[in-house]
């Protein structure tokens, strides 16, 4: 967990590493929200949880706000680093696609990150420069799914659909998925992530192109 400092880092946000008794605050924090909700959630019940006062709370942290957007974009950076900075550089569209489908889903499903699952929950909570700054950075992740849907109509891969549904859809249907996915079932997160691509594929492919790549078959 890093923490909400002054000065940016090379992704526009402010992050850095906290000190120890910093980070302990927003780890417990993350916890108390993913549990809890932000809402319903307060200063003393994350105060309880790392067996401080609030007085000592505050003496760490600004405020319950600061809290959030701390931890959200601690989510983002998890998010970036693990699934988009790794897909961006993909050339074959459909590859990249498909890439991109396996890594979030398996992100939502495997990792179970605390963090990212607060910035699933709780973007509504978020409110003045905190939203802004946590929304310019979902902004990519969009712009980057509807670049590639574009790209993908132009080289005839899929059918005529407007980029925006196809991205919308596509966040809407692994976003969900940690609402029902349980890791102790039958079916494995693999198998999920290669389910997934052949079923939303299904829809967009032209006649021509196969859901899966060669190895990809379930």
Same mark, same amino acid.
């Given at each position: ?83 988009? $900075? ?5 050339? @074959?569209?459909? %590859? ?8 979030? +889903? !398996? ?76 890791? $102790? ?5 693999? @198998?999920?992530? %290669? ?8 829809? +967009? !492919? ?13």
């Amino acid at each position: 967990m890093r923490a909400v400092k002054e000065n940016e880092s090379s992704r526009g946000q402010p992050i850095q590493r906290r000190e120890n008794r910093t980070a302990q605050i927003y780890e417990a924090a993350a916890r108390v929200f993913c549990e809890n909700g932000f809402g319903q959630s307060s200063m003393a019940d994350v105060a309880a949880a790392v067996d401080m006062t609030k007085a000592g709370v505050y003496h760490h942290i600004a405020s319950k706000d600061e809290l959030l957007f701390g931890i959200m974009s601690y989510g983002m950076d998890v998010f970036e680093e693990r699934v988009l $900075d790794r897909v961006e550089k993909i050339r @074959d569209p459909l %590859e990249r696609l498909r890439a991109t489908i396996r890594g979030h +889903l !398996l992100l939502v499903t495997r990792d179970r990150t605390k963090e990212v699952t607060v910035v699933l929950n709780e973007a509504h909570a978020l409110h003045g420069d905190y939203r802004t700054r946590i929304d310019r950075r979902k902004r990519r992740y969009v712009r980057f799914l509807k670049e590639t849907f574009r790209e993908l109509q132009q080289k005839g891969f899929i059918r005529e659909i407007d980029p925006r549904v196809a991205t919308f859809a596509l966040l809407g249907m692994i976003n969900w998925t940690y609402h029902w996915y349980n890791t $102790d079932g039958r079916l494995r997160d693999t @198998d999920l992530a %290669e389910a997934y691509i052949d079923l939303f594929l299904s829809g +967009l !492919l032209s006649r021509d192109q196969p859901a899966c790549g060669e190895n990809d078959a379930l």
